[in-house]
């Protein structure tokens, strides 16, 4: 048991830090907090590494990527975060957009977009959720149906939500309803949209926290060609599930104010008989408890990077991540704000400890629950994928779409 | 990275399964919870001893296999989750490791190969009464050489034949080694855990070596507790896991309203929880094992997570095992009890995990100093 390299791992971790050190921006670039102020600087970078072959770096060679092994990309990752880079905007594209299609599209398709993904020249988001279904994606009602003119081509009407990075993208995948007589996993399909078309409007959701990271996306008439189509008519449930498991490897680090942060922020702040916060009990205890679940989540990320670099699949314990971190960055925030008494009200950086962090993180928290798989929706997912419990009562498995009940 | 145990750990530890599995089913420990005249299982610790375990982490100089601790967390995951009714923590965790970390030459040559040939059983008699043990409270004295003072509850001091005593000499506490072939009285304590037994020792002048310096008694005690704390979280582990494997066994089998229980999702979702706390806790005490396997100067900060995380899963585990049981769980006959039982026997024969989260919040303090 050690946290060594293999010396193949460790002659790579070679190359990229010289690469790095040569070519990674060494000041931090402006960003607004929600991914899409520093742009420029964001596509620069994804042009570099592109070009040297550190994006997607375990992409085959027919895709433009360097066909390396997910213990590369791995230490890539960590080598890379230890530079001010500009926020990847990349992500939900490359990881799950991107390879979808490559999977689905036509050669002319794939030619056409992998290229200035890969180096960032066109951003893809990810269309799913629904006003009525966040957790259900199968329950989609954007409907896409077949133009009358007998041209093959689609028309969409609808409207998509949390659409992460609409905003600034040029395509997406789109799930859309094409059979509402059909169960609903049955009659769903997949298309590729230009962001671009006129019948395509994005609206930024103002969040609770303030900022608008995500967007809603409403579809008009937008009209599509039907090589336009990812897999079969009424298969989009399939297409959409490749989609998902293309999902980036979850061993990215913590971020946030944390344990540590708390216990700097505690010395300084006065507890209930004038002595320091940190000598407060209830709150040691607090601490003992964050700093062994970061822990914890630190060396279970070990164990999966472990099974990487042994060449194995990495086992189900990876999956435990966001529904430990989400809580916990909620916890900590809540208990933060509250050590500061009556004065935890105020949420403003210039007099709030840490620039306001910990506000922040309270105001963020709730969404952090929610996003990318609720906590139930995790809790499901560990319960039914890594322990075998069966799943939940179906009522709507077997009932045509449009007959399914819908509250409102 | 290679944060995980080897082919020939996973190896030794799955033949560990396959020997326990034969010859500590809970049929077997139940005869010691029955039974109390029965302190422990002899014959399981004569077997254990044959396998070579007691000296999985000895070197082979003194009698063992020299195989390292990490081989013997492999081992105490197994005994923890077969809840072996056997002195090893006590013999192996405590009394072994403290000879080799502290002994002098003719201390280890004395002991480490009776403990490894199953000869010795330890124990640890540091408490004294409700609440930790501290300087300001510390009663037992030695005096030329002899020991006197009273200690309870002691793990396995019924049948212990070495004690490893924490008292004081001239005001300065120091951590004693002590035969109890004379000089001492045993009362057996009633505990809440009967297949691991305790008992009240008196000592009336029984002769007494000190390990390590004088006034080093607590500090050698910590780095003791410390070794102990990484092979126990490994035991609670175990446990932890095997409290999952019954709920879950039993909610895929019982019907209520006309479904298996483990559909609903109050079932689901609290099984989730338990897998959540128990991965959390694994991933800590693999930290942990490193650091002991290594002496890393992490070790004490490493050792406390793994005791917080284990402790906690364990009892989590254990407890919402009876409930997803329903009143079956509740009963004598269902093993679940057993696991309950161990889970706060494991939690707190190494200090209560209050006292380590102060500990561990100290030492962060220290780390992290401005």
Not at chain 1, 135 to 162: E, L, M, Y
Not at chain 1, 371 to 382: H, P, V, Y
Not at chain 2, 248 to 255: D, G, P, S, T, V
Not at chain 2, 342 to 369: D, F, H, I, M, T
Request: aromatic content about 8%; glycine content about 10%.
């Amino acid at each position: 048991m050690d946290f060594n390299d293999t010396p193949e791992e460790a002659a790579y971790r070679a190359q990229v830090r010289e690469w790095l050190e040569a070519n990674a921006p060494k000041k931090a670039s402006h960003d607004d907090g929600e991914g899409g102020g520093s742009m420029a600087a964001s596509k620069a970078w994804q042009a570099k590494k592109a070009a040297a072959g550190y994006a997607q770096i375990t992409w085959p060679k027919e895709w433009g990527g360097p066909g390396g092994t997910p213990i590369q990309q791995v230490i890539f990752n960590q080598e890379e975060s230890k530079y001010p880079i500009p926020p990847n905007p990349f992500q939900i594209g490359l990881g799950m957009c991107v390879p979808t299609v490559m999977t689905f599209a036509d050669e002319e398709t794939k030619k056409r977009f992998v290229g200035p993904a890969l180096r960032g020249e066109e951003i893809w988001c990810q269309l799913f959720s629904e006003p009525s279904g966040g957790s259900d994606v199968a329950a989609a009602r954007t409907r896409a149906v077949q133009a009358p003119d007998g041209s093959g081509d689609w028309i969409i009407d609808g409207q998509k939500v949390w659409t992460t990075g609409a905003q600034f993208s040029d395509f997406g995948i789109v799930v859309t309803r094409t059979d509402p007589d059909a169960p609903k996993h049955k009659g769903l399909t997949m298309f590729w949209v230009d962001m671009k078309d006129p019948g395509v409007e994005v609206r930024p959701i103002h969040q609770m926290s303030g900022g608008s990271g995500f967007n809603e996306v409403f579809f008009t008439g937008v009209r599509v060609k039907d090589s336009q189509r990812l897999g079969a008519v009424n298969d989009g449930w399939r297409v959409s599930l490749v989609t998902l498991m293309n999902e980036r490897l979850a061993v990215g680090g913590p971020s946030g104010a944390g344990w540590a942060q708390f216990l700097e922020a505690a010395r300084g702040i006065a507890g209930i008989d004038g002595a320091p916060a940190i000598k407060d009990q209830a709150l040691r205890e607090k601490l003992a408890d964050w700093y062994v679940q970061t822990e914890g989540l630190k060396h279970t990320r070990n164990r999966t990077i472990t099974a990487l670099s042994r060449g194995q699949t990495p086992g189900p314990e990876s999956s435990i991540g966001k529904v430990v971190s989400a809580l916990q960055m909620q916890d900590l925030a809540n208990t933060a704000v509250e050590m500061l008494d009556q004065y935890g009200i105020i949420n403003d950086p210039e007099l709030a400890p840490l620039s306001g962090a910990f506000h922040g993180s309270l105001m963020y928290a709730p969404g952090l629950r929610i996003a990318g798989g609720t906590d139930e929706i995790l809790k499901n997912i560990i319960a039914e994928r890594v322990l075998g419990l069966p799943g939940d009562i179906r009522v709507d498995k077997d009932v045509a779409f449009k007959d399914m009940p819908t509250g409102r | 990275m290679n944060f995980d145990f080897s082919d020939d750990q996973k190896f030794l530890k799955s033949e560990a399964r396959k020997f326990l599995d034969a010859n500590c089913p809970t049929t077997r420990v139940r005869k010691v919870l029955d039974d109390d005249a029965k302190p422990y299982d002899a014959e399981l610790w004569k077997q254990v001893a044959e396998q070579g375990w007691l000296g999985a982490a000895i070197p082979e100089e003194h009698g063992g296999l020299g195989l390292g601790h990490i081989e013997l967390c492999a081992i105490a995951e197994e005994l923890g989750r077969a809840v072996a009714p056997i002195p090893f923590a006590s013999t192996v965790y405590f009394l072994a490791e403290a000879v080799m970390l502290a002994g002098s030459d003719a201390q280890k040559a004395a002991l480490l190969p009776k403990i490894a040939a199953g000869e010795v059983i330890g124990c640890v008699a540091a408490s004294e009464g409700p609440g930790p043990v501290s300087a300001s409270t510390l009663q037992a004295g030695v005096s030329g050489g002899k020991l006197s003072g009273t200690k309870l509850p002691v793990t396995d001091g019924d049948i212990a034949t070495h004690a490893l005593v924490l008292a004081k000499e001239g005001g300065k506490a120091g951590l004693y080694l002590v035969d109890l072939s004379s000089g001492v009285t045993r009362e057996p304590l009633k505990t809440l855990d009967p297949t691991r037994d305790a008992a009240k020792l008196t000592f009336d002048g029984a002769p007494a070596e000190r390990l390590g310096g004088a006034g080093e008694g607590f500090a050698l005690l910590e780095q003791v507790m410390d070794r102990a704390a990484v092979l126990l979280a490994f035991e609670q582990c175990g446990g932890a896991d095997r409290c999952l494997e019954m709920a879950k066994a039993y909610a895929l089998e019982r019907y209520a309203f006309g479904r298996v229980i483990a559909s609903y999702q109050a079932i689901k979702h609290k099984l989730a929880d338990m897998y959540v706390k128990n991965e959390l806790a694994r991933s800590n005490a693999y930290y942990g094992a490193w650091a002991l396997n290594t002496s890393a100067p992490e070790l004490p900060v490493a050792a406390s997570a793994a005791r917080i995380a284990a402790s906690e899963a364990f009892w989590f585990a254990s407890k919402e095992n009876i409930q997803t049981h329903g009143g079956i769980g509740f009963t004598w006959e269902v093993d679940a009890h057993l696991y309950y039982r161990r889970s706060r026997q494991l939690s707190l024969v190494a200090g209560a995990p209050r006292v380590w989260k102060e500990r561990l919040v100290s030492q962060l303090e220290r780390r992290n100093a401005a």
